[in-house]
T-cell receptor, first 115, second 113 residues
Framework: DADVTQTPRNRITKTGKRIMLECSQTKGHDRMYWYRQDPGLGLRLIYYSFDVKDINKGEISDGYSVSRQAQAKFSLSLESAIPNQTALYFC??????????????FGSGTQLSVL | GNSVTQMEGPVTLSEEAFLTINCTYTATGYPSLFWYVQYPGEGLQLLLKATKADDKGSNKGFEATYRKETTSFHLEKGSVQVSDSAVYFCALSDYTGGFKTIFGAGTRLFVKA
């Protein structure tokens, strides 16, 4: 089984719909992240959480919200989806003991298409 | 703020050719530097890292040296294989960024048999 699991793998939705992407991990890491990947732009950070009670905005948080339900679960929501949110979304985790050497562990991604 | 710039792709090489993918960075602190690789249909995985100036990271025949004077961390491999075809991301992390990892745009590599 994968250490970082994202569901669904693919999703097609319509403009204005609310959608949730889910991430769960079995690595026991405190830190969890949501990134989106767009061609030519690399990965950009949406939100991150360093523990269950900690939620922080990344560089592109507008239009998104998150929930850290437990150490192992971190969900990303699009309250009212729009076409420019079409992208590949990645959840990642890291061990807070590593400091600046932190290695990120990624899920397999969720391809979201907003029509 | 912190940023990472890497060469645009795609890069197309024949098998056994020499690979260089350039990466430069801007950081206010003393970052750790990373190369991640993304194979088709998968998430990113760490390829190698270096945590201080003049360190060389290496893995699977790939190498990169942390050059503080030129703020660079170029990825090299002496002889590429078809299985190296992937997207390669340069990245950095440091305490001034709250230990968040910042990624470059990625460079797609195609290796032909």
């Amino acid at each position: 089984d994968a250490d970082v699991t994202q569901t669904p793998r693919n999703r097609i939705t319509k403009t204005g719909k609310r959608i949730m992407l889910e991430c769960s991990q079995t690595k026991g890491h405190d830190r969890m992240y949501w990134y989106r990947q767009d061609p030519g732009l690399g990965l950009r950070l949406i939100y991150y959480s360093f523990d269950v009670k900690d939620i922080n905005k990344g560089e592109i948080s507008d239009g998104y919200s998150v929930s850290r339900q437990a150490q192992a679960k971190f969900s990303l929501s699009l309250e009212s989806a729009i076409p420019n949110q079409t992208a590949l979304y990645f959840c990642a985790t890291s061990d807070n003991q590593q400091g600046p050497d932190e290695k990120l562990f990624f899920g397999s991604g969720t391809q979201l298409s907003v029509l | 703020g912190n940023s990472v710039t890497q060469m645009e792709g795609p890069v197309t090489l024949s098998e056994e050719a020499f690979l260089t993918i350039n990466c430069t960075y801007t950081a206010t602190g003393y970052p750790s530097l990373f190369w991640y690789v993304q194979y088709p249909g998968e998430g990113l995985q760490l390829l190698l890292k270096a945590t201080k100036a003049d360190d060389k990271g290496s893995n699977k025949g790939f190498e990169a040296t942390y050059r503080k004077e030129t703020t660079s961390f170029h990825l090299e491999k002496g002889s590429v294989q078809v299985s190296d075809s992937a997207v390669y991301f340069c990245a950095l992390s440091d305490y001034t960024g709250g230990f968040k990892t910042i990624f470059g745009a990625g460079t797609r590599l195609f290796v032909k048999a």
